[in-house]
């Protein structure tokens, strides 16, 4: 598949915990953003990657929350100390990183975070 | 600071008609885009139209139309013949260049088509 994909779909974990989610973008873009969507609300920015580098992460809630982009295409979102208040869709988007504020993103399925 | 609103959390369509979904603005650029997604119950934001803020002509792709009037700061999704797949959360969007073109989203509206 060409478009975005990220893992798992659903990830169910205890108040403590610590979590990864994984994000594949689509090849060739550069610009890579997470986003948190939580139930009846439209989805808050959390994170941007340009390429390798975190060049916004003004969205974070604190400092559990913590995003990687090693080689610039798969990112891993990490969450530790995960609180029942961290349940939501964890989103995960794509763009080009060429046409500005036209730049269109591409959403993959989400992650789905339920903390018990 | 940028801000989308949208007033109708839920909207009801006859199949086959045209359905105007609206979203107005707030920001104090001269420069910046607006988009608009729709969320199945599958959950993925599916790309449905962009507008540029310097864009003259009103966007259009297929079905969709993005009914623009800079001045009032609106943005409004126009649908036409409304089709049973179109049932979703529809979101509106804007874009701006701080240190990242993010996306700012409205809270969404549910449109439901009736057969």
């Known amino acids: 598949g060409a478009g975005v994909s990220q893992t798992p779909s659903n990830k169910v974990t205890e108040k403590g915990k610590y979590v990864e989610l994984r994000c594949d973008p689509i090849?060739?873009?550069?610009?890579l953003y997470w986003y948190r969507q939580s139930l009846g609300q439209g989805p808050e920015f959390l994170i941007y990657?340009?390429?390798?580098?975190?060049?916004?992460d003004s969205g974070l809630p604190n400092d559990r929350f913590f995003a990687v982009r090693p080689e610039g295409s798969v990112s891993t979102l990490k969450i530790q100390r995960t609180e029942r208040g961290d349940s939501a869709v964890y989103l995960c988007?794509?763009?080009?990183?060429?046409?500005?504020?036209?730049?269109?993103?591409?959403f993959g399925p989400g992650t789905r975070l339920t903390v018990l | 600071a940028q801000k989308i609103t949208q007033t109708q959390p839920g909207m009801f369509v006859q199949e086959k008609e045209a359905v105007t979904l609206d979203c107005t603005y707030d920001?104090?650029?001269?420069?910046?885009?607006l988009f608009w997604y729709k969320q199945p119950s599958s959950g993925e934001m599916i790309f449905l139209i962009y507008?540029?803020?310097?864009?003259?002509q009103n966007a259009t792709e297929g079905r969709y139309s993005l009914n623009f009037q800079k001045a009032r700061k609106s943005a409004n999704l126009v649908i036409s013949a409304s089709q049973l797949g179109d049932s979703a959360m529809y979101f509106c969007?804007?874009?701006?260049?701080?240190?990242?073109?993010?996306?700012?989203f409205g809270s969404g509206t549910r449109l439901l088509v009736r057969p």
């Open positions: 988007a794509s763009s080009s990183g060429l046409a500005g504020r036209a730049d269109t993103q591409y």
């Open positions: 090849s060739g873009h550069t610009a």
């Open positions: 990657f340009q390429g390798t580098g975190a060049a916004d």
């Open positions: 920001t104090s650029d001269q420069s910046y885009g």
């Open positions: 507008q540029g803020s310097y864009d003259e």
């Open positions: 969007a804007m874009s701006r260049k701080d240190s990242s073109y993010k996306l700012i």
